[in-house]
């Protein structure tokens, strides 16, 4: 039986790819690199430690002792994570931190992606367990959305398309083709509140992935969070790319957008 290893951020992401991997017989070496990792991961892996995002090392040693040969970087791990004092990294990563041009998203990804490759791993597509979650192009709620909505849908993707070409963020708040927010270190949820609260309700919710992709890591993805963000500040839209990004736990999403009147397309 093939081994992989599974690097989870948070969310429900790692739990739905160790879900999928388990069921086509492979057998998952979950690591959480986060205190908040989604405890249900456990219940997919054939073996699950914690270690920190910060101990390179320790991460590293790791995979190699079990024998490990492909891994997947998964779930949200978010870049102020490097200005928390409470963060320590390891000697390792202090160095590797500190020799980087920029500490841009890409950037610190290819940093892990170079290690894994150093250490005899290589880091694999992140959709290729999970393909199945990316909306084919339309709309997916019941609900279609106005010709306000749609125009605004349509600004902020273009809007997050440049956003994402910088390598800073993939989402954009949008009302009446006006920018509210642009999500930056501080992630997508906060921009989404940040945006929708100067929007005051009607907001238009735009992610899409970045031209340059690397399915590799990072690959753009929305869920219940998204959506109990945009029904806390009144948000009426979201607009997400087809076929690249990642829908989790659709059935509850769209229950709770439905609920809300919230519509959503695949651009």
């Given amino acids: 039986m093939e081994r992989i290893g599974l690097l989870s951020g948070i969310g ?7 879900r999928a991997a388990k069921a086509l017989g492979y057998e998952v ?8 990792t989604d405890p249900e991961l ?22 190699k002792e079990k024998d490990i040969r492909k891994v997947t970087i998964i779930g949200k791990v978010t870049k102020e994570l490097l200005f928390n004092a409470k963060m320590t990294p390891d000697a390792r990563m202090m160095q590797l931190i500190m020799s980087l041009p920029d500490r841009s998203d890409d950037t610190i990804m290819m940093m892990f ?5 150093k250490a005899g791993m290589e880091a694999f597509d992140q959709t290729l367990l999970i393909r199945k979650l990316m909306p084919h192009r339309g709309v ?13 849908m349509e600004f902020g993707f273009r809007m997050a398309k440049e956003l994402g070409r910088l390598d800073v963020g993939q989402t954009v708040v949008v009302k009446d083709l006006a920018v509210m927010a642009m999500e930056a270190i ?9 945006g929708g609260k100067l929007a005051n309700g009607g907001a238009v919710v735009a992610k899409v992935s970045k031209p340059q992709q690397d399915n590799r890591f990072d690959v753009p993805t929305v869920g219940l969070k998204t959506i109990e963000n945009m029904v806390s ?9 087809a076929d690249k990004t990642l829908l989790v736990e659709r059935e509850k999403v769209l229950a709770l957008a439905e609920a809300n009147d919230i519509t959503i397309a695949a651009l």
């Fill in 12 to 18: 429900r992401l790692p739990v739905e790819c160790a």
């Fill in 29 to 36: 070496y979950a690591v959480a690199l986060l205190p908040d």
């Fill in 42 to 63: 456990a219940d997919f892996a054939s073996e699950y430690k914690e270690i920190s995002v910060a101990h390179l090392d320790a991460i590293l040693n790791y995979l």
């Fill in 113 to 117: 992606v170079r290690e894994l490759a």
């Fill in 140 to 152: 997916i709620t019941k609900r279609e959305p106005t010709a306000r909505e749609k125009t605004d």
């Fill in 186 to 194: 501080e992630g997508t949820d906060a921009c989404i509140l940040r």
């Fill in 233 to 241: 500040v009144k948000a009426s839209a979201l607009a997400i790319e």
